[in-house]
């Protein structure tokens, strides 16, 4: 069985939905688990220290061991904070899950600067003010497991949510580096992307009854997303700088993809003719790799025109 024993982690937005969840299984196979939520609304509006407190309770309540936080991760004050808990009680940290965000539907010619800055704050900013202090702390001890709570939103597109997609997008390029930079520190970063119930569902959709036979919104239970996140999060798990999708029990890799693409003539002068002539090559899809790092790709480009310096 996977545990957590003698390791702490902290779950931000672990006061409702996914990140209750993921901090009750973790705590469950033994973590210390720092249980961060600011309590505020789907739309970040307000605060409440009893949401925390109650998946504190049920923790203490089943034998393990937790703490609360209530600092908020959209300033780096707040992410400072939240590491700072996990030191201060427990003296280290091992694992970081960075969830807590906030969701409301915008078209994007009605989206505001404000509204815009809001969602990349939280999501976006907040996971780098929460994981930059972490990663010192992984760093000095040699060893630490990251997993960002990205979404399909963001790798693929959702109307009405601009400002989600890109914040959550964003995650992805920052757990890249984060994977390159921890490698040699034992430092692992891996991002998720949940499909479950929560309330980004039933406050998007307003009508309580819309959820009622709604096969697939029974399907994706958010306990269906816990077995995923707290695998990545232990000391099992031995890759990183990937990708995952969980979807109502299915488990998948996400990744991006890069084309072989068509490779101008050495010396040559292509012009936007020449790209629509061979257009078919550019947008192939087969056969591709999946580049470790912006490196890859330009040591592929430099082998195939025999540059060596």
């Known amino acids: 069985m996977i545990d957590f024993d003698d390791q702490v982690a902290v779950v931000t937005g672990a006061g409702r939905g996914l990140g209750r969840i993921y901090a009750l299984e973790l705590a ?13 609304s789907m739309s970040g509006d307000g605060s409440d220290v009893a949401v925390a407190d109650q998946v504190v309770d049920e923790i203490v309540g089943s034998g393990g061991t937790a703490v609360a936080s209530y600092d908020s991760v959209g300033s780096p004050e707040g992410g400072e904070a939240i590491v700072r808990t ?4 427990f003296g280290r940290l091992d694992a970081v899950i960075s969830n807590a965000g906030i969701f409301n539907s915008i078209p994007f010619d009605e989206l505001s600067p404000e509204d815009w800055r809001r969602m990349l704050r939280v999501h976006l900013d907040g996971g780098f003010y929460l994981s930059q202090p972490a990663f010192r702390v992984m760093k000095n001890q040699g060893y630490g497991r990251f997993v960002f709570i990205a979404s399909s939103a963001g790798m693929f597109g959702q109307h009405l949510e601009a400002h989600y997609a890109a914040a959550k997008a964003g995650l992805v390029g920052l757990a890249n580096v984060i994977a390159l930079e921890g490698a040699p520190h034992g ?6 992307l949940p499909f479950g119930i929560s309330r980004m569902v039933t406050e998007t959709l307003g009508d309580p009854k819309a959820l009622e036979g709604n096969d697939f919104f029974k399907a994706i239970r ?4 816990a077995p995923l996140v707290v695998y990545l999060a232990s000391r099992d798990c031995e890759f990183s700088h990937q990708n995952f999708s969980a979807c109502a029990g299915r488990f998948a890799r996400v ?3 890069l084309g072989e693409g068509w490779l101008a003539p050495t010396d040559s002068n292509p012009t936007a ?5 061979h257009l078919s090559e550019v947008a192939a899809t087969e056969p591709f790799t999946v580049p470790g790092s912006i490196y890859d790709e330009v040591f592929a480009v430099t082998e195939r025109l025999g540059v060596t310096g």
């Open 86 to 89: 996990a030191i201060d009680q």
């Open 187 to 192: 430092i692992l970063a891996n991002t998720v």
């Open 222 to 225: 958010p306990e269906l997303v």
């Open 28 to 40: 469950r196979r033994g973590a210390t688990v720092v249980v961060n939520d600011l309590g505020g």
């Open 255 to 257: 990744f991006v993809g």
């Open 273 to 277: 003719d020449d790209v629509a002539a």
